[in-house]
């Protein structure tokens, strides 16, 4: 197993745009979650996942945001209607269900730029 | 409403020597901490937790320190490498799915 994998790595889209971002967990971990982080900033929690249930939910995720996680494996986040302000990198995280003291297997992230 | 602070965004410190990476948390429900390493262009790499049942945890050569009653937390590396130059983030939970991140602290260890 190669970790978790996101595709793109980057992105670069005109204000307005929607942008769909796919994130590859590790294998046997049930639980997956999206974070952001921008410049100057520590990742902040968007959403997380246990097998295909969306069990928890950020306010920073307005109604342009919308994950999915169709199978319990790969999960999408989208964003439409981009705005400058959503620049930033998509951080994607699995783990294991009961190991959360343990941390997350972060992946590499998909930069956002938003012009 | 920032939950946990990293007050020192960088620190320099020669080979060989400790690091002492700092963190302060506001939440006295945060039982879960971690640490997390990240070298640009890759996600965060987790280093070392610890619960709040415990005040101290060690692997290898890094040792964090929970002080729950002036709720802090610090990370020390002996004796740092500069394989370890890299940014440093403390992160602490309720439930051990949402984690609050601090801001960082970028540390550089000189040969």
């Known amino acids: 197993d190669t970790g978790v994998s996101q595709d793109p790595r980057h992105k670069i889209t005109k204000r307005g745009q929607n942008v769909t971002f796919r994130c590859d967990p590790i294998?046997?971990?049930?639980?997956l979650y999206w974070y952001r982080q921008t410049l100057g900033q520590g990742p902040e929690f968007l959403t997380y996942f246990q097998n295909e249930a969306q069990l928890e939910k950020s306010r920073l995720l307005s109604d342009r945001f919308s994950a999915e996680r169709p199978k319990g494996s790969f999960s999408t986040l989208e964003i439409q209607r981009t705005e400058q302000g959503d620049s930033a990198m998509y951080l994607c995280?699995?783990?294991?269900?009961?190991?959360?003291?343990?941390?997350?297997?972060f992946g590499s992230g998909t930069r956002l730029t938003v012009v | 409403d920032q939950q946990v602070k990293q007050n020192s965004p960088s620190l320099s410190v020669q080979e060989g020597r400790i690091s002492i990476l700092n963190c302060d948390y506001t939440n006295s429900m945060f039982d879960y901490f971690l640490w997390y390493k990240k070298y640009p262009a890759e996600g965060p790499t987790f280093l070392i937790s610890i619960s709040s049942i415990k005040d101290k945890n060690e692997d290898g050569r890094f040792t964090v320190f929970l002080n729950k009653s002036a709720k802090h937390l610090s990370l020390h590396i002996v004796p740092s490498q500069p394989g370890d130059s890299a940014v440093y983030f403390c992160a602490a939970s309720i439930t051990g799915n949402q984690f609050y991140f601090g801001t960082g602290t970028s540390l550089t260890v000189i040969p």
């Open positions: 995280a699995s783990s294991l269900e009961g190991v959360g003291s343990y941390g997350y297997t």
């Open positions: 294998s046997e971990h049930n639980r």
